[in-house]
């Protein structure tokens, strides 16, 4: 049987191949490594060849806003709502004025 590895070194695994200058071929000949499986699981992990990305985040971001309400004019009638009124129900109400 094989060796078992975690994505996190499957991930460190195709990162080397790439930056090691050799072929995918000659990279998994070099550590023992079945090509097959090599690709199978950068198929499953969704990893391209050059679409690794490793991120870093430097600063955590809070995001205010203040939506404004869903005003409904229709004839004399004024309606406001909520901008977290569910649109299911927004359309039971339009159904009901048309």
Known sequence: M???RSQYQWQN???E???SGLTIVGYC???QISTAT???CRKKL??????FIQAKITQQVKVFSNPEPICLNIGSAALT???TTP???LALLLREFI
């Open 2 to 4: 094989g060796i078992m």
């Open 13 to 15: 695994i195709f990162k």
């Open 17 to 19: 191949q790439e930056n």
């Open 29 to 31: 000949r070099q550590h």
């Open 38 to 40: 090599f690709y199978a």
């Open 46 to 51: 969704a990893v391209s060849q050059s679409a």
């Open 81 to 83: 709502l909520p901008s």
């Open 87 to 89: 649109a299911p129900y």
